[in-house]
């Protein structure tokens, strides 16, 4: 895999966070990690800054960015929180839930960032590192997913690298990423929150603490957020769902055993545990794609809890390609 641009840098080398934010504060684009994955972190006030963003990733400049804070307080001066998005936010930051909510008169989100619109999606992340860095930097950091638009997102420093080396600064190094899939993204507009992106964190939390059942179908498939293009998270090799057993020539990606072990299957979970297998489906499906199969037959996984999640993003890499 060809790997240019610098290497990562450990986050907890002395000076690391200091750097980067310097760079982000210079309009540079610094790869980061977060609970969720690594971003591709820009300053979120800077429409030049953005652009680069769009440009790094192949990016449609019509799909909004998440504009990530260290704090609610931070988030309030950004956008405007109803009693709902309030209640979520209290319960849920740090952690992997994006809020999309109306812009707020003092934000400083810019437009680039917000793709024109006048929402906004907000996200406090649970990862020392990223807090440290947007604390240092001083304002908000706009950070999609870390990888080229449309392919698997980056749970590790080196998958970013393999990515979008070139176009960094710099990358910082905190180990995989402990969730792996990316936040879940709940519009509080009008009406009762919406779901967008079944994520990192489950629909069911998020029911019980809003006490009512969440509107929006999650439908594989369903485009609520302008980024979900039904096509992405593709890895080279074709992925055919819900098999039972592998074909000659297939690669598997197997939960709870129910391939047999072969050299070319890996099990995201052999207990069948969902948290388990959501922080091993993206370093699984680059490994198994670089091996060149003809496909990648995965094993059905239940749909609760985190399993929406990762049947989501499967479904997607799954889907024809544009
Ligand atoms: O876990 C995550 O959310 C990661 C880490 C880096 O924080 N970020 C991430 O960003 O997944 P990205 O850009 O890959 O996905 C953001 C999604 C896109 O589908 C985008 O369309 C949607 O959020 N989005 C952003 N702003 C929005 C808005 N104002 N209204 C509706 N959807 C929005
Ligand atoms: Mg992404």
């Known amino acids: 895999m060809s790997a240019e641009g610098p290497a990562p840098r450990r986050a907890d080398d002395p000076g690391a966070i200091a750097a980067a934010a310097r760079l982000l504060q210079e309009g540079r684009l610094v790869a980061f990690p977060t609970e969720t994955v ?8 800077s429409e030049a800054a953005v652009a680069a963003i769009y440009a790094a990733k192949g990016r449609p400049s019509h799909n909004p960015l998440i504009a990530h804070v260290a704090s609610l307080d931070d988030a309030q001066a950004e956008g ?4 709902a998005a309030l209640r979520l936010a209290e319960r849920f930051w740090p952690g992997p839930l994006t809020l999309v909510v109306p812009m707020a008169p003092t934000g400083r989100v ?4 917000r ?3 006048d929402t906004l999606a907000l996200r406090v992340p649970a990862h020392p590192c990223a807090l440290s860095l947007i604390r240092a930097a001083g304002r908000p950091l706009a950070a999609p997913s870390a990888n080229r638009s449309g392919r698997v997102s980056p749970v590790t420093a080196a998958h970013a690298r393999e990515d979008l080396g070139a176009a960094v600064s710099l990358i910082l190094d905190a180990g995989p990423c402990a969730v792996g899939v990316e936040s879940t993204i709940l519009a509080c507009l009008d009406g009762p929150p919406r779901l967008l992106r079944p994520g990192g964190l489950a629909r069911e939390a998020l029911e019980q603490a ?3 059942r969440l509107a929006g179908a999650a439908k594989p498939g369903d485009i609520l957020a302008p980024g979900l293009l039904a096509s992405h998270y ?4 074709a992925v055919r769902l819900d098999a039972q057993s592998l074909e000659a020539r297939e690669a598997g990606l197997d939960f709870g055993g129910r391939f047999a072990p ?3 299957v890996l099990d995201l979970s052999p207990r069948g545990d969902l948290a388990e297998a959501a922080a091993n489906l993206f370093s699984f499906l680059r490994r198994l794609d670089a091996a060149g199969p003809a496909a990648i037959a995965v094993a059905p996984i239940p749909r609760k809890g ?3 999640a990762i049947n989501d993003r499967l479904a997607r890499a799954a889907a024809p390609r544009e």
């Open 234 to 237: 593709a890895p080279r090799a």
């Open 306 to 308: 985190l399993g929406e």
């Open 262 to 264: 072969g050299a070319r």
């Open 110 to 113: 810019c437009g680039g960032a």
């Open 210 to 212: 809003l006490g009512e």
């Open 80 to 83: 405007l929180f109803s009693p």
């Open 115 to 117: 793709a024109g619109r």
């Open 38 to 45: 690594y971003g591709l972190g820009a300053d979120a006030t």
